[in-house]
């Protein structure tokens, strides 16, 4: 049997060391939680997962909105280096 996109998507995100979906309008979605949205997917990409609670930007980083979020996607692996420090606060 054939897979389907979703089956696709999420092997090549897991194959290539991606944590889950981002796109442009600041969504994101990681591994185990794909595509919850019942928005068009077509426009999102592979992306990272950032933890913001042990982010030094957390609250004044450009891409939370609406508070401090508890994770952001990006496609850019660095994009919180250097001021992103797992475990730290």
Sequence with gaps: ?????FEIVEDHIMENG??????D???????????PCDSNC???EPAYL????????SGTCESQQDGVADF???PDR???????????Q
Excluded: A, H, W
């Excluded at 660095?78 to 730290?88: F, S, V």
């Design 50 to 57: 950032f933890n913001c609670q042990n982010c030094r930007k």
């Design 18 to 23: 991606f944590d889950g979906l981002f796109n």
């Design 72 to 74: 952001m996607m990006s």
């Design 1 to 5: 049997m054939s897979k389907t996109v």
């Design 42 to 44: 077509s426009n999102c």
């Design 25 to 35: 309008c600041l969504c994101g979605c990681r591994l185990g939680d794909l595509m």
């Design 78 to 88: 660095r994009y919180c280096i250097p001021d992103y420090q797992e475990g730290k």
